[in-house]
């Protein structure tokens, strides 16, 4: 997968802005607040049709502009496609691919994979399960079609159940066939995430230590413990189990909407008893372990976005990390860093593949 050139209109600060990419290593470099960050997220949005950072679309239009809008040219397995997002104020975006829309942005999901590595991924770690399942799901939907498609309609089926659950905690009919159906789809779809992120789980582990030990020198041992309602019995009893409990709270109680991933440093949860520096280099190799558990499953190399490359870990590191990326395990990468020197030192002109881009 080649990212030939991208065009950001009124995109956040950037009012017009093209780019022609080395196929290789590319470095977006420049002082802080110019929008380097910025131009990945761009990358990042025409790739998953969304931003990393916004949850809201709007917040991607240049303020006081009445519309964003991104051109980007791909090449993916030999075929060239052509990517146009257009985004008005107060209106939705409108999404093509050599000139055909889609009917639903989630068709876009896989064409052009990315792994985003940004500062403020530590809440994967030290934030709530939620984002432990958004990095899961991003990871397998990315590669697998179907998968997306349970998670959809597996939330389509939770929200009703719950709204049925409210309804019957203000005193509504009790609708046992109404309950039932929800209770059978909930079980088909669950299951089938749930055993789709305990084997994607499984496959990223090793892939995980491999590159926690080359980017942390100091060897701890680490594993992953998935943690869903699922493991011990069938959902299927457990929606029935405690109806009276999930009524009273208006909440489904079980399934895996409520999974959640342990990282484990030795015995201990990092969660808890992290440091800092160890936190960031379990971060990386997670990132790294996602895009190549992508890159296996496409058959191709992932986008790779690095933000602030060298803020993340300290100089040992950090060129462990920099050998690693320029080597043939990667495909193209998007890094960002306010020093042009730290690059030059790091890369040097070893690959000749790599572009410098000044963002100011
Ligand atoms: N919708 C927007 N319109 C205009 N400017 C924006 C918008 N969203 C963010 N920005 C601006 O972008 C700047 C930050 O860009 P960023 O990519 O984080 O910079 P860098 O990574 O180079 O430090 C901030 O000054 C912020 O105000
Ligand atoms: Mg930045």
């Given at each position: 997968m080649f990212l030939r050139s991208i065009q950001l209109t009124n995109f956040k600060?950037?009012?017009?802005?093209?780019?022609?990419?080395?196929?290789?290593?590319?470095?977006?470099?420049?002082?802080?607040?110019?929008?380097?960050?910025?131009?990945?997220?761009?990358?990042?949005?025409?790739?998953?049709?969304?931003?990393?950072?916004?949850?809201?679309?709007?917040?991607?239009?240049?303020?006081?502009?009445?519309?964003m809008r991104l051109d980007g040219t791909v090449t993916v397995k030999d075929q060239p496609y052509g990517i146009v997002c257009k985004l008005p104020v107060g209106k939705k975006k409108d999404f093509t691919v050599n000139d055909l829309p889609y009917k639903k942005m989630s068709d876009h999901i896989g064409l052009m994979p990315v792994v985003m590595i940004a500062p403020d991924d530590h809440l994967l770690i030290s934030g709530p399960s939620e984002e432990r399942r958004k990095?899961?799901?991003?990871?397998?939907?990315?590669?697998?079609?179907?998968?997306?498609?349970?998670?959809?309609?597996?939330?389509?089926?939770?929200?009703?159940?719950?709204?049925?659950?409210?309804?019957?905690?203000?005193?509504?009919?009790?609708?046992?066939?109404?309950?039932?159906?929800?209770?059978e789809n909930l079980v088909r779809y669950g299951e089938s995430i749930y055993d789709k992120r305990k084997q994607a789980l499984s496959e990223l582990e090793p892939i995980f230590r491999h590159y926690h030990q080359l980017v942390c020198l100091e060897r701890e041992q680490t594993s992953f413990v998935y943690d869903s309602t699922l493991n011990t019995s069938p959902l299927a009893g457990q929606l029935r189990d405690n109806l009276s409990k999930q009524i009273m709270m208006e909440r489904t109680l079980a399934g895996p909407h409520r999974d959640d991933i342990a990282f484990m440093l030795g015995d201990t949860r990092l969660k808890r008893f992290g440091s800092q520096g160890q936190q960031k280099s379990f971060l990386i190799a997670l990132k790294l372990a996602q895009y190549h558990f992508i890159k296996a499953h496409k058959t191709f190399h992932p986008l790779l976005l690095i933000d602030d490359i060298f803020d993340k870990i300290d100089g040992e590191r950090s060129r462990q990390l920099v050998q690693l990326l320029s080597g043939d395990d990667f495909g193209q990468i998007f890094i960002t860093d306010t020093e042009e020197k730290h690059i030059t030192d790091e890369l040097g002109t070893k690959t000749g593949l790599f572009d410098i881009y000044k963002i100011s």
């Open positions: 600060n950037h009012e017009k802005r093209s780019f022609d990419f080395s196929c290789k290593v590319n470095c977006f470099i420049g002082p802080n607040g110019m929008g380097k960050t910025n131009i990945l997220d761009a990358i990042h949005y025409i790739c998953l049709t969304k931003s990393y950072f916004n949850s809201t679309d709007q917040q991607n239009i240049r303020f006081g502009a009445d519309f990095f899961i799901d991003n990871t397998i939907s990315q590669t697998d079609r179907e998968y997306l498609e349970h998670l959809m309609l597996y939330n389509k089926y939770l929200d009703q159940r719950n709204a049925l659950l409210k309804s019957l905690n203000a005193g509504g009919k009790r609708d046992d066939l109404l309950l039932e159906s929800y209770n």
